[in-house]
């Protein structure tokens, strides 16, 4: 994949001949052409393997969950695996830990994006919106 990208242009199907019906990847663009690509190598662009599911996140030894984005959201089947429904939670660069509320599964995001750019200024702060780990009472943590 490193070996044919090079620009963003590199991100743009040939297109298909004249007369004839396109392949994924003569047609691909953007992101999906580069997914395509790194699947034809062996290599798992954007990291889609399952979450530790051995065992329960604590506060002291989260499940940590990478994330190049600032924001990521991951799904909790409990544990053992599978003992409740798929519950969505929401970990950020703002708010890295995030409890199951179902399981009590704790989750740590692991930010590995580029850092923040210190030449511009940020005019309002960032609303902290509560969820309902922010009701619940210390002793239970």
Known sequence: ??????SESD???????PGTVPTDIEQATG????EILGKMEGVDIFDMKPLDASRKGTLENPITVPSFGEERYLGCTGHP???HVVIWLTVSKDRP??????????YKMDYCGP???????????????????????????
């Open 97 to 106: 830990i995030e409890r199951c509320p179902e399981c009590g599964s704790v």
């Open 11 to 17: 991100l743009f199907g040939p297109g298909a001949a």
């Open 31 to 34: 992101l999906e052409r580069l």
């Open 115 to 141: 850092e923040e750019s210190h030449d511009h200024h940020h005019d309002a702060e960032p609303l902290d919106i509560p969820t309902m780990a922010d009701f619940v009472k210390p002793a239970y943590w």
């Open 1 to 6: 994949v490193q070996t044919e990208i090079k």
């Open 81 to 83: 695996v599978d003992s």
